[in-house]
Every structure is written in structure tokens, then in C-alpha cells.
């Protein structure tokens, strides 16, 4: 059992929540998403690692402070499944296209909403991911992934997005941590 297993586990535990089958973790340090996937008791290798934005205010748990919040998510919501890349949204509904990497639309091709799961840290009052908005989703300006360079959210490349989306369902778990 890896290391990163025994954490998840644990955490789940202390949780009550079980494990999924598949899980991403998103590491600030290194600007990288990994999808790994559960088989047993055993955790396979990362999958796939992507590069991805973090936010450029730092993390943090609080509202409005635009910090990417820390710990243990899940996906709560799918929005966007079907529209084309490019498809710019604003309050999760689609106002129009950008062409790929070449627009300041904040928002775009695809969002899942996450969902803190950890009371009183990223779950409920001032710190509560999924009342914060904060979403793994398209950017307008793919020349910002890697770096941090969002308002709080977790950005993908269109092309590393739309699989993801596809393959994760609701419920998936999400580790976001400072590596």
C-alpha cells in the first residue's frame, strides 16, 4: 500500500466516506493533477499526470479570499457535457465560444464543481468549497497552465479536460494538497 493510499484511506475513514474507484490529486507545488485509480488494496500508479493552474492568490480555505482551498473533495456537479471546446460559461451556463487558448474567458469547455468533505476545514460556515465555487474547468488562456494563475479554481488544458470529464463521475474524490 503507497503512502498517498494510506492517507485517502485514512482520511476516508475519519470521513465515513469510501473510496472511490478513481481519484485525482492535485499537488500546488508542482502545478500537477494525477488521476490514479483503486484496484483492491492497492493503489496503481498515476495514471496520467497533467499540468494545471492552481490559484495565483496562494491557498487558503476562507470566502473570498480566491485561494485555492486544501484537502479532501469530490466532484459534486458536471456542467458543460456535450458543448464544444471553447464553449465560455458564466454562472455555470454557457454565454457563448472562444477559440481554444486564444481568449480571456474565464470559464470555459467544461466544469466540475467540487465538493469539500472536511467539516469546518473546507466543508460549512466561511470555508465551504462548493458555496466558494471553486471548480476544476477550462481557461480561455491555456499559456497560464503550470503556473498559478487563477482566482481560487483548478484550471486543465480543453484537451486533458474533456477526457477527464467524461471518464469521472459524480462523487470522484479529490485530494488537493500543498505537494
Request: aromatic residues 8%; proline residues 5%.
Amino acid at each position: 500500500m503507497t503512502q498517498l493510499h494510506r492517507q485517502l484511506a485514512l482520511l476516508c475513514r475519519q470521513h465515513g466516506i469510501p473510496p472511490t474507484r478513481n481519484f485525482l490529486t492535485v499537488s500546488i507545488a508542482t502545478q500537477t493533477l494525477r488521476h490514479h485509480t483503486f484496484s483492491g488494496k492497492q493503489t496503481a500508479p498515476s495514471l496520467r499526470t497533467y499540468r494545471c493552474s492552481t490559484s495565483r492568490f496562494g491557498i487558503g480555505q476562507t470566502v473570498g479570499s480566491n485561494c485555492t482551498p486544501l484537502g479532501l473533495h469530490r466532484i459534486a456537479q458536471k456542467i458543460g457535457g456535450g458543448w464544444p471546446i471553447g464553449t465560455a460559461f458564466k454562472g455555470r451556463r454557457p454565454i457563448g465560444f472562444t477559440w481554444k487558448g486564444q481568449s480571456q474567458a474565464t470559464i470555459t469547455t467544461r466544469i466540475l464543481w467540487l465538493e469539500g468533505l472536511e467539516a469546518g476545514f473546507n466543508r460549512g460556515e466561511n470555508v465551504d468549497s462548493f458555496s466558494r465555487y471553486i471548480y476544476i474547468h477550462g481557461t480561455g488562456d491555456e499559456t497560464t497552465i503550470g503556473r498559478p494563475a487563477s482566482h481560487g479554481c483548478i484550471h486543465l488544458a480543453a484537451d486533458d479536460l474533456i477526457p477527464l470529464y467524461d471518464l469521472l463521475p459524480i462523487g470522484t474524490l479529490i485530494w488537493i494538497g500543498r505537494d
